[in-house]
């Protein structure tokens, strides 16, 4: 029996390789998933960590055909759009899965009132060729482009945009489809415990199909960059940075394993000639020399001592003056090949008190290279207090930490990584700060508790209009079942 049940398994798995699934995949299937499940629904993320199986999948184009599925279908319901997250946010076993990179039209455009209305399928590149020729900009996103927008209000992302925190404050107004197939227009001052709950929540309350966003002008900016001592940091940010009214963009980035100093790069108006005269980048862009860079420093012995004496003094050896869309949309194909058969790129990321900059950076130092994490960069970025979201990452002002590493796949691999994120977690939460949720999911119930104590807020409103728990993912699976 074990030896024809090993034939079984390998015809399957071959099988399953020829429908396009991925070998990590389906090397991470149970022998029940590869027996049981029928081939062609599997969902995963971009990391390939996470292969779900799904019911069915589903690529709606309006509203009505959302509310008709869900009216028609009785089980789980799952959402995804770019598949950008980390932890399998995106979906849960045998439920109906919501493909929304089709739902991706303009529904309003009002460029003399700087407002757009859009479905929440369509990607920021898309808005961006949109908008472009009114000279009008995205007023918050992330820093890559080819993420859906309604995934972006999912889990209320940020970028390198000062003082302008996350995305929820350049919404106007969002619409949602609930459980019994309702839909509600949501907004700072119609149905405003949905309009707070919803953005930031992971499609725990529904799926968000249209948004209204505030957009701003489109602008020349001149790169500055600057090196610095990390304790030198939290003044000059306050002085050079926030003290700056010309000063667009900034973040700034570690390149372990050298803690000490930081590389400042801000981005300011400027009146100066071009010197990349495209106003957004191509989509058919080649990224080979970024992917490249990449892997030298992930890869190569002596791979960090190049990027800090070689690689970054090149960078920015040139001025550089760009149009603020074209700095906006580039392809997230620039981080390199994110997953391979043996490995994978993570993102994580950490948000800290102001005065507490320092500190974390000690710890973080210490936990990564006590794990000889392979820790490829740290890009810090700031963001005032967020008071509206419920499942806000920033209860006061506070810098994050954004660590962009490579990991091997193997299960004692994947529970080293699962050991020191939550060590950096504890970093986090002893020093008053928190973590984000689009990653993966391996915080404790009670790291999660602790670091978003609102939750409980979000799921009585869960409990009110999904009281059967239709809308579900990996990661409200481990942390809202636990705790209804």
């Known amino acids: 029996p074990r030896f024809i049940g090993g034939l079984l398994m390998t015809f399957t798995r071959r099988k399953l390789l020829k429908t396009g699934i991925s070998t990590v995949a389906v090397n991470m299937l149970s022998p029940w998933q590869v027996w049981a499940k029928p081939p062609g629904s599997v969902v995963n993320d971009v990391t390939l960590l996470n292969p779900i199986w799904v019911n069915r999948q589903f690529a709606p184009r309006t509203t009505d055909e959302i509310r008709h599925a869900l009216a028609m279908w009785s089980g789980p319901v799952s959402i995804g759009g770019g598949r950008y997250s980390m932890g399998g946010q995106i979906a849960t076993e045998d439920s109906l899965h919501i493909d929304m990179r089709q739902f991706n039209q303009v529904i309003r455009y009002t460029p003399e009132n700087k407002v757009i209305r859009v479905q929440a399928g369509m990607r920021w590149r898309d808005l961006q060729s949109v908008i472009d020729p009114s000279d009008l900009s995205v007023k918050i996103m992330q820093s890559y482009s080819n993420f859906t927008i309604g995934g972006s209000l999912s889990v209320n992302a940020h970028g390198r945009y000062i003082e302008a925190g996350p995305v929820i404050n350049s919404v106007r107004s969002i619409q949602l489809v609930l459980a019994d197939s309702s839909v509600v227009n949501a907004s700072r001052t119609e149905h405003a415990e949905l309009f707070y709950a919803a953005i930031g929540s992971y499609g725990a309350l529904g799926v968000i199909t249209e948004v209204e966003l505030d957009l701003v002008c489109n602008v020349k900016i001149e790169r500055q960059v600057e090196q610095i001592s990390v304790a030198s940091y939290p003044s000059f940010f306050k002085d050079q940075v926030l003290g700056n009214e010309k000063a667009i963009l900034h973040n700034a980035d570690l390149a372990p394993p050298y803690f000490e100093q930081v590389t400042c790069v801000t981005w300011c108006v400027t009146d100066k000639e071009l010197t990349v005269t495209d106003r957004l980048v191509a989509p058919e862009r080649s990224y080979n020399l970024d992917k490249s860079l990449i892997w030298s420093v992930a890869t190569l012995p002596g791979g960090p001592l190049i990027r800090k004496n070689v690689i970054d003094p090149l960078r920015y050896l040139s001025e550089r003056v760009v149009w603020r869309n074209y700095e906006a949309s580039s392809d997230v194909a620039s981080l390199g ?85 939550r060590e950096l977690i504890n970093a986090s939460l002893s020093l008053g700060g928190t973590y984000y949720l689009p990653y993966q999911v391996h915080a404790t119930r009670e790291q999660f508790t602790r670091a978003y104590p609102n939750a409980r807020h979000l799921f009585a409103l869960k409990a009110q209009f999904d009281p059967y728990n239709r809308f579900r993912n990996k990661l409200w699976d481990k942390y809202y079942t636990a705790q209804r």
């Open 337 to 421: 090949h994110i997953a391979s058969r043996n490995s994978t790129y993570g993102l994580q990321e950490y948000f800290l008190p102001v005065k507490q900059l320092s500190q974390f950076v000690n710890k973080m130092a210490a936990i990564l290279q006590a794990h000889s994490v392979d820790a490829i960069n740290i890009s810090i970025r700031h963001s005032p207090a967020d008071t509206e979201s419920s499942l806000s990452w920033a209860r006061e002002e506070v810098f994050s930490f954004v660590l962009y590493y490579r990991q091997l796949v193997s299960v004692s691999d994947r529970n080293e990584v699962r050991a020191w994120t």
